[in-house]
């Protein structure tokens, strides 16, 4: 398969800053779409990713899932966009497209495993794929989404990861007016959380350890703040909740806000990783059937859907422009919640 050389922006190894490099993308076969990248959101997994702090890292790997750019060049077969429109890429960029759950707009949940759209296994060059810290990105059509033309591109790219990630279970759990909703942590995750289930119609809630986060929720759409330090002001919400989304990455203890759900209400894991400590306890669960989930990210039309109705109620993310070589910077401004609430990379400076 012929390629074509690209600039871009990754790591050599574990322990090495990123920096610019030369990748190779495939040419575009009859089915994929060409982009050339914009913005690119960045997201925590891209530093995980980078540092191999989860394992598994292939070297040189080129970070980035929140891609949104302009078609450049499409495929024979390709009918659903064209040259000139505007276009983003997520977290995937392939799947089976065949087990039940690809064949219900699960892909996320693909049986034989999704393709991520960077460190996953390239179908097509028998190799692995790089991301959005790049020039250019080629990708399958059924993984390219339409993005609204009426909203700030750059704060679009975060919708990709951070947006779907909340989305999913506010729709999965049929948020709409008149639910109430909490959420915990208020970081990128977090504040698209409050956004999106503010923009459904639900009555939202914050659950915060620090006062000083008071007046941002509620700038954000928040309703209402509990401190989760203040034993009198959680219970005072006990039994309260339809829905609480977790956006916390670490480990944490989430039987205190179990206990402020309602009956049949849910708790949703967003955010970590891992074995939970400590023990999570099951009485309040079984004498109110409240529940205790996880939920990735979206399928491909559950994020279309997503995107549209971002667009229909001018929904972005609240981001931070950084040029690609101040991407190291941006990381360890990362680990100090030092930013509100996501970095994205103005992709034009790679070029400079």
Not at 182 to 209: D, P, Q
């Amino acid at each position: 398969m012929s390629t074509t050389q690209v600039k871009a922006y990754g790591a050599a190894d574990k322990d090495a800053d990123l920096k610019k490099m030369s990748i190779e993308r495939r040419a575009v076969t009859a089915t994929d779409i060409e982009i050339e990248i914009l913005y690119c959101g960045v997201c925590h997994s891209d530093l995980h990713t980078a540092r191999n702090d989860w394992g598994g890292t292939l070297y040189p790997t080129v970070p980035g899932h929140e891609i949104v750019g302009r078609i450049t060049q499409v495929g024979s077969e390709v009918t659903k966009m064209k040259v000139g429109d505007l276009a983003g890429v997520g977290c995937m960029v392939d799947s089976c497209q065949t087990c039940d759950n690809c064949k219900q707009d699960l892909e996320q949940y693909c049986s034989n495993g999704w393709v991520g759209t960077y460190n996953g296994e390239d179908k097509h060059s028998e190799g692995y794929t790089f991301g959005g810290y790049s020039e250019k990105v080629v990708v399958d059509q059924n993984f390219v989404l339409k993005v609204p033309t009426n909203l700030n591109l750059a704060a679009v790219a975060p919708l990709l990861c951070a947006g779907i990630t909340t989305w999913s279970p506010l729709k999965h759990w049929k948020v709409g007016k008149g639910s109430k909703v909490a959420v915990v942590g208020l970081g990128g995750l977090g504040h698209m959380a409050i956004k999106l289930a503010k923009g459904l119609g639900a009555e939202v809630t914050l659950f915060s350890r620090s006062t000083d986060k008071i007046s941002d929720a509620k700038e954000l759409g928040a309703d209402t703040v509990i401190i989760s330090t203040d034993e009198n002001q959680m219970v005072s919400v006990n039994n309260r909740f339809d829905l609480i989304i977790d956006t916390v990455p670490y480990v944490h203890d989430i039987n205190p806000y179990v206990s402020t759900l309602n009956v049949n209400g849910t708790i949703v894991l967003v955010g970590y990783l891992g074995p939970l400590d400590p023990f999570l306890n099951s009485v309040p669960m079984i004498l109110g059937r409240k529940s205790v989930a996880g939920s990735l990210i979206g399928g491909i039309a559950e994020t279309q859907e997503m995107l549209d109705f971002c667009g229909a109620n001018n929904i972005v993310s609240d981001i931070e422009l950084i040029k690609m070589e101040d991407i190291n910077t941006a990381y360890e401004r990362m680990l100090k919640s030092d930013v509100k609430y996501r970095f994205v990379i103005d992709m034009a400076s790679l070029k400079s």
